[in-house]
């Protein structure tokens, strides 16, 4: 007689429906490391915000508890079947992107941040964590429109994606246009408007594009809310936060999206030339159960 499976145990049926593995207590680590040396760092800034806190009275009232779950949010989701290989390219191109990003918002002074630094270093750390985020986002938003698609034995056809997709990134450039107008004699400036036009104009795939782009401009919301309502940063026409910034977010989620691809290119094509594996294996890639319709 074969033997019954064996049931898992609460703890281990809680981990294995948020996916967590032993690459997500590495990455998670991590993150908690980041925090802790971001803090030592820029303890000034820590104890600034801390000493506003009454600890003696209502210190409740005045905790950011928009900003504690907006962590907890990317903690839980950065963690959801983490792969540390793959996981560290989206990291890599987390980091140049926002430090190119910040440089470019902070130097043309479309954006500034209330320690005037441009950029500064201690919000770089964000993008890379915010990347793994939404990475996440879009693995659970294909996969749900997967599977409504086969409850419902039907999908919307690839000429809605690639329409939806002109529309809403057509509608992103004007508004990235109207924005950026008063500096566009920045050649910071003119170079993001090209990287978006160049990106606009290539699309190598229509849906998981829009799914990324929304993915990214749901936590933009967020994380543009409580920056600035907080003050931590401030946009030249002052909007707490600004539509521009918002689905700025989903912009560079995409053009993340597209990086990290192109980097998986090149990896595997130097890979391949080296012999360490034949053009007819996989390469690793996170994404690479997402199939768009194009």
Not at 6 to 35: C, D, E
Not at 37 to 42: K, N, R, S
Request: glycine fraction near 6%; include cysteine; charged fraction near 15%.
């Amino acid at each position: 007689m074969s033997k019954r499976p064996q049931k898992l145990n609460l703890p281990a049926r809680i981990r294995h429906w948020l996916g967590w593995n032993r690459s997500s207590y590495y990455l998670m680590s991590a993150f908690v490391l980041t925090l802790i040396l971001l803090g030592y760092v820029w303890w000034p800034l820590a104890e600034e915000y801390l000493s506003y806190i009454p600890w003696d009275g209502a210190w409740w009232r005045y905790i950011d508890w928009l900003l504690i779950n907006i962590f907890l949010f990317m903690s839980l989701t950065i963690m959801a079947k983490a792969d540390l290989r793959q996981d560290f390219r989206i990291i890599l191109v987390g980091l140049a992107g926002g430090l190119v990003i910040e440089s470019w918002g902070t130097q043309t002074e479309i954006w500034t941040y209330y320690t005037n630094e441009r950029p500064p270093l201690w919000i770089i750390p964000a993008w890379p964590i915010a990347s793994l985020s939404i990475d996440r986002l879009v693995c659970f938003l294909d996969r749900g429109l997967k599977a409504l698609g086969t409850e419902r034995r039907s999908s919307p056809p690839t000429a809605f994606w690639r329409v939806a997709y002109w529309i809403v990134f057509l509608l992103y450039g004007g508004i990235l246009l109207e924005y950026v107008a008063p500096t566009m004699d920045k050649p910071l400036t003119l170079l993001a408007v090209l990287t978006v036009v160049f990106l606009t104009l290539t699309p190598t795939d229509h849906r998981l594009a829009l799914i990324t782009f929304a993915a990214g401009s749901g936590l933009g919301y967020f994380l543009e809310l409580w920056g600035t309502t907080r003050e931590a940063w401030t946009y030249y026409t002052l909007a707490r936060p600004p539509v521009f910034a918002v689905l700025s977010h989903g912009l560079a989620a995409v053009a993340f999206w597209r990086a990290v691809r192109v980097l998986d290119g090149f990896l595997r094509r130097l890979r391949i030339a080296r012999g360490w594996f034949s053009p007819s294996e996989p390469a690793g890639i996170h994404l690479e159960n997402l199939s768009g319709e194009d």
